[in-house]
Structure formats: structure tokens, C-alpha cells
């Protein structure tokens, strides 16, 4: 996979019960900042960035480009949701030539326990599904990230393997929308 190949972006915004998944806006730009400087969201991916270096360097319409969606409750970004191609020099893949698509989120510590990165999540990869059939879909986590490790469960994930990277245990599954026979 490469990008989104083929598949039209943005594509119309995605409603599920609670949430809006759509193309990021210039008004998202102060969420943005709050999500990579936060401590708590850093926690499992590398830490925070520095609030005044995010300040000079996220644009003025964070997050536009194909494959990722702003997640909305009630007007407000409240995270983010990807799919990007895994790089092919990392460890973990399920096909050969790699460039698998990888899911990848983050969601505000004020919108964590609230099941909204189950809803989203869900409603995207429903999305994937459609317009890249038959395409599977990666997630690495680490194995200390308790939260990320019971949502890749419940999002139908199957471990694939585990690894070390960046200095810890990292879990790595696969997702696909075709239902195995037998």
C-alpha cells in the first residue's frame, strides 16, 4: 500500500452515534498542539513536545492529508485516527513488500474511558474496509500501554507478533475485513 492509493481525499465526513470523523481545519490547530505537547498522551510514544517548538512548527491546518481523520464530539476535536503505510525498515509486517497500512490514534486525556476511540476506530476501519477491500490493516503498541492493548482486542486485532523497539516491548497485530473460511 502506498498512501491511500487509489481512494478519493477527503472523503465525506464519517458520523457514527457520538462522534464526526472528518477532514482536520484550521480550527483543530489548538487541539493539535494540546495532543503532542500533552504529557499523558506521550506516555507510550516517545513523550511530549515542547509546547513553544509546536507552536512555531504545526501549521496553520494541522493534519491535512489523506488518511487522516479529526475525531469531533460536539464541535470540539477531541483526537485523531491514521492510516499510514508501515514503514518497511521497521520490524512487524504481514506481506512481504511490506507498506502495509497501519492504524494509528490519539485521543485528549479529557476523552479518555469514555469509549469514543472504540467508536471512532471502529468507523474508520468500517471505512477502510470499504474502500480497500481485502486490504489488512496493521497496529503496534506497546505491551506496558494497557488501554492501546485492550482496544486492539476489541477492535478484532490478531497478535501477529511481539518485538523490541524503541527500548520496549511492542505488540504488533492485524485486522482484515475478510472473514477467513473453514
Same mark, same amino acid.
Given at each position: 500500500?502506498?498512501?491511500?492509493?487509489?481512494?478519493?481525499?477527503?472523503?465525506?465526513?464519517?458520523?457514527? #452515534? %457520538?462522534? $464526526?470523523?472528518?477532514?482536520?481545519?484550521? *480550527?483543530?490547530?489548538?487541539?493539535? +498542539? /494540546? &495532543?503532542?505537547?500533552?504529557?499523558?498522551?506521550?506516555?507510550?510514544?516517545?513523550?511530549?513536545?515542547?509546547?513553544?517548538?509546536? #507552536? %512555531?512548527? $504545526?501549521?496553520?491546518?494541522?493534519?491535512? *492529508?489523506?488518511?487522516?481523520?479529526? +475525531? /469531533? &464530539?460536539?464541535?470540539?476535536?477531541?483526537?485523531?485516527?491514521?492510516?499510514?503505510?508501515?514503514?518497511?525498515?521497521?520490524?512487524?509486517?504481514?506481506?512481504?513488500?511490506?507498506?502495509?497500512?497501519?492504524?494509528?490514534?490519539?485521543?485528549?486525556? /479529557?476523552?479518555?474511558?469514555?469509549?469514543?476511540?472504540?467508536?471512532?476506530?471502529?468507523?474508520?476501519?468500517?471505512?477502510?474496509?470499504?474502500?480497500?477491500?481485502?486490504?489488512?490493516?496493521?497496529?503496534a503498541t506497546q505491551t506496558a500501554n494497557?488501554?492501546?492493548m485492550r482496544l486492539a482486542a476489541k477492535l478484532g486485532f490478531t497478535e501477529?507478533?511481539?518485538?523490541?523497539?524503541?527500548?520496549?516491548?511492542?505488540?504488533?497485530?492485524?485486522?482484515?475485513?475478510?472473514?477467513?473460511?473453514?
Open positions: 500500500m502506498t498512501g491511500l492509493g487509489p481512494v478519493a481525499w477527503p472523503p465525506a465526513p464519517i458520523r457514527t #452515534e %457520538r462522534l $464526526v470523523l472528518r477532514e482536520s481545519e484550521a *480550527r483543530d490547530r489548538a487541539a493539535f +498542539i /494540546e &495532543l503532542f505537547a500533552s504529557p499523558e498522551v506521550g506516555t507510550y510514544i516517545g513523550g511530549p513536545r515542547p509546547r513553544d517548538e509546536l #507552536e %512555531r512548527a $504545526v501549521p496553520e491546518v494541522p493534519g491535512r *492529508r489523506p488518511g487522516l481523520f479529526v +475525531i /469531533e &464530539l460536539d464541535g470540539a476535536m477531541i483526537g485523531m485516527i491514521t492510516f499510514d503505510p508501515r514503514d518497511a525498515q521497521r520490524p512487524g509486517h504481514v506481506r512481504p513488500d511490506a507498506g502495509e497500512a497501519e492504524l494509528g490514534y490519539m485521543f485528549l486525556p /479529557e476523552a479518555w474511558g469514555c469509549g469514543y476511540a472504540a467508536e471512532a476506530c471502529a468507523a474508520a476501519l468500517d471505512w477502510f474496509a470499504d474502500v480497500l477491500p481485502s486490504e489488512p490493516v496493521v497496529l494497557d488501554r492501546a501477529v507478533e511481539r518485538f523490541k523497539e524503541y527500548g520496549a516491548e511492542q505488540w504488533f497485530g492485524v485486522w482484515s475485513s475478510v472473514t477467513p473460511s473453514g
